[in-house]
């Protein structure tokens, strides 16, 4: 058994409790789960194929793999995917925890995360046997044996997103090493300030796809983390070796789950309606924070990063006898010690409830 660090929403058990006593319940800002319905286009899709008796493709369906690379380009100015080279996932975090794995990385290999990471990225390196290190900079990262870095922009918890320059800066670097750059690209479609741009941009690679993968997932964008479909692309001899190992696996995306995915892929309306939606709830809390003299960021994502200037535990403490929870920044690693991340991902309802408990507070 591989040892692992505890589950990070474990340590959430005393503030859930402590809010649960809250007269109007709790206002859980914690996990980002989508909260509003999955779009028509989907569920219909979904319902048109459950008649699939036989068994799916780990390849996936040719409509699915080129309504992705359509997207790509119609979406993100990424031409010329080759639907070859796309592979559905089951959901984002699988393909995360067990990329090392899969790469074949293991002992002696460095996985290269950033400073403030989604807690999966660590994992995915220990359960390989490789060594993860956290450097937000080129420069921090020694003369040793980097086999691969994981980029994430926008940034989970952070909502940072990485300029263009930047991201060609790491692919140039990772090349002249022989080093695999996979970008968690899962909030693409989510850019506030900001528009983020894609690994696999003219800009960024000059079309050249070599040693790069990039990762979405529909989970945030169209509602659909409960249907499990991610997606990873790039390096068409990347892409063919996984495919490969997966179909000794059998980590193989269910037949429906493909052709919703594939209505969600073709329908830009629901995701334009979705990011309205997530905007005003982003303001409503922006707003409320900021009254109550929490310093809140975001420019992309579905997140607020933000500080009172405390150990993060002791907001998450604060926040819970106003009824509220969020996830420490701690969780993300030691540069998040005194900061919290917020999700925008509640109702409407229950943004407005925590907005007036942050606004009741202050006044206290």
């Known amino acids: 058994m ?22 109007d319940g709790p206002v859980d800002l914690s996990i980002g789960t989508p909260v ?6 989907v569920r219909r899709a979904l319902g048109d194929a459950s008649d699939c008796p036989g068994y799916p493709t780990v390849h996936g369906t040719a409509d699915l793999r080129e309504a992705y690379s359509s997207w790509l380009a119609r979406a993100h100015g990424v031409p010329n995917v080759d639907p070859q080279a796309v ?20 002992s002696g290999d460095i996985v290269v995360i950033p400073e403030i990471a989604y807690p999966t990225y660590e994992i995915g390196a220990l359960m390989a046997g490789a060594t993860p290190l956290r450097a937000d900079s080129l420069t921090a990262i020694g003369p040793d044996r980097v086999s691969m870095v994981w980029l994430n ?5 952070t909502g940072r997103v990485l300029p263009p320059e930047h991201l060609a800066k790491v692919v140039a670097w ?39 993968l990039a990762v979405h997932s529909l989970s945030k964008r169209s509602n659909m ?14 892409v063919a070796g996984l495919v490969a190992l997966r179909r000794h696996l059998g980590a193989i995306v269910p037949t429906p789950i493909q052709a919703a995915a594939a209505a969600s892929l073709a329908d830009d309306g629901h995701v334009l309606a979705q990011r309205s939606r997530y905007k005003n709830r982003r303001k409503t809390l922006i707003d409320a924070f900021e009254a109550a003299g929490v310093q ?36 993300y690693g030691p540069a998040g010690s005194q900061h919290f991340r917020v999700a925008v991902t509640a109702t409407d309802e ?13 006044r206290r």
């Not at 983020?196 to 003219?202: A, C, E, G, Q, T």
């Not at 809140?296 to 926040?319: F, H, I, K, N």
Request: proline residues 10%; contains cysteine.
């Open 174 to 212: 990772a090349r002249s090493r022989g080093v695999i750059v996979a970008s968690d690209e899962c909030y693409i479609d989510l850019g506030w300030d900001v528009t983020p741009v894609s690994i696999l941009h003219p800009e960024v690679c000059g079309g050249d796809f070599t040693g790069l």
């Open 296 to 331: 809140a960021e975001s420019d992309a994502g579905l997140y607020l990063w933000c500080t009172r200037g405390e150990p993060a535990m002791q907001s998450v403490e604060w926040l819970a006898g106003l009824g509220i929870i969020v996830a420490p920044g701690s969780m």
């Open 87 to 106: 592979l559905p996932t089951i959901g984002s975090k699988e393909l995360v925890a067990s990329l090392p794995t899969q790469l074949g990385l293991g």
């Open 350 to 362: 229950r943004v407005e409830a925590a907005a007036e408990r942050l606004r009741a507070g202050r």
């Open 2 to 23: 591989h040892r692992l660090p505890a589950f990070p929403w474990d340590s959430l058990v005393p503030a859930r409790q402590r809010a649960a006593q809250h007269p």
């Open 225 to 238: 983390a409960g249907y499990r479909a991610g997606f990873v692309s790039g390096d068409p001899d990347l």
């Open 153 to 157: 922009s926008p940034s989970n918890p």
């Open 36 to 41: 509003d319905r999955v779009p028509l286009p």
